[in-house]
């Protein structure tokens, strides 16, 4: 931070899950981390390992994910926000370009992000992939990967960065459409919370693609899960040698 101040830090911040834990001391680590990246990071995108499972799952129809299937959702979603850096497009963003969109006040930093189209591979050649589809595939809950619902809150801002051959007419009606259908789901004191952008380039083996980053209220189930969890542990004492005996 100090040696490059104008640089934009962009975090992908694996939280802990709801009900699936790897290590007992996630909530430490989670609300200990927490804290440098309010301070530190420029965006942060929360990702879950349940909430990947969830969509591998349920979306993608796989019987057994492993850890590949899961960096391979994260892959898809990271190449999605950074595509306008590597292509050329239309309507070109950077990660600068998306902080000052999505960031209304500086510590709500936290983005949940989703990725379409997701289709299992037997399905795949019946979804039409268009404009409409994709947009709506892309806000819907189940496509978030963070253990989130962002239909328990509400969107401050959000982000929709679409690949393909496209027109931005198309695409700035579909995002007019969704503020005017789901007004209640967006706040009223910031007009137009959606930003998009437009790239050429699909990603390899798709005709057009779409990466969602919301900054929405609902992350607050995330924060709130991982303190009563951090809550429940510090209350005992428990585990806080392994913290104290480092320093």
């Given at each position: 931070?100090?040696?490059?101040?104008?640089?934009?830090?962009?975090?992908?911040?694996?939280?802990?899950s709801p009900k699936v834990?790897?290590?007992?001391?996630?909530?430490?680590?989670?609300?200990?981390?927490?804290?440098?990246?309010?301070?530190?990071?420029?965006?942060?995108?929360?990702?879950?390992?349940?909430?990947?499972?969830?969509?591998?799952?349920?979306?993608?129809?796989?019987?057994?994910?492993?850890?590949?299937?899961?960096?391979?959702?994260?892959?898809?979603?990271?190449?999605?926000?950074?595509?306008?850096?590597?292509?050329?497009?239309?309507?070109n963003s950077d990660l600068?370009?998306?902080?000052?969109?999505?960031?209304?006040?500086?510590?709500?930093?936290?983005?949940?992000?989703?990725?379409?189209?997701?289709?299992?591979?037997?399905?795949?050649?019946?979804?039409?992939?268009?404009?409409?589809?994709?947009?709506?595939?892309?806000?819907?809950?189940?496509?978030?990967?963070?253990?989130?619902?962002?239909?328990?809150?509400?969107?401050?801002?959000?982000?929709?960065?679409?690949?393909?051959?496209?027109?931005?007419?198309?695409?700035?009606?579909?995002?007019?459409?969704?503020?005017?259908?789901?007004?209640?789901?967006?706040?009223?004191?910031?007009?137009?919370?959606?930003?998009?952008?437009?790239?050429?380039?699909?990603?390899?083996?798709?005709?057009?693609?779409?990466?969602?980053i919301g900054n929405s209220?609902?992350?607050?189930?995330?924060?709130?899960?991982?303190?009563?969890?951090?809550?429940?542990?510090?209350?005992?004492?428990?585990?806080?040698?392994?913290?104290?005996?480092?320093?």
């Amino acid at each position: 931070r100090e040696e490059y101040p104008d640089r934009i830090m962009c975090t992908y911040s694996v939280c802990p899950s709801p009900k699936v834990s790897d290590t007992v001391v996630e909530p430490y680590n989670a609300t200990l981390s927490v804290h440098q990246l309010v301070e530190n990071a420029d965006e942060v995108m929360c990702l879950d390992n349940e909430a990947l499972y969830d969509i591998c799952f349920r979306t993608l129809k796989l019987t057994t994910p492993t850890y590949g299937d899961l960096n391979h959702l994260v892959c898809a979603a990271m190449s999605g926000i950074t595509t306008c850096l590597r292509f050329p497009g239309q309507l070109n963003s950077d990660l600068r370009k998306l902080a000052v969109n999505l960031i209304p006040f500086p510590r709500l930093h936290f983005f949940m992000i989703g990725f379409a189209p997701l289709t299992s591979r037997g399905s795949q050649q019946y979804r039409a992939l268009t404009v409409p589809e994709l947009t709506q595939q892309q806000f819907d809950a189940k496509n978030m990967m963070c253990a989130a619902d962002p239909r328990h809150g509400r969107y401050l801002t959000c982000s929709c960065m679409f690949r393909g051959r496209m027109s931005t007419k198309e695409v700035d009606e579909q995002m007019l459409n969704v503020q005017n259908k789901n007004s209640s789901y967006f706040v009223e004191w910031i007009p137009n919370n959606i930003k998009a952008s437009v790239c050429d380039i699909p990603p390899k083996g798709l005709k057009m693609s779409t990466t969602f980053i919301g900054n929405s209220t609902a992350i607050q189930e995330m924060f709130k899960r991982v303190s009563e969890q951090f809550t429940a542990m510090f209350r005992r004492k428990a585990f806080l040698h392994w913290y104290t005996g480092e320093g």
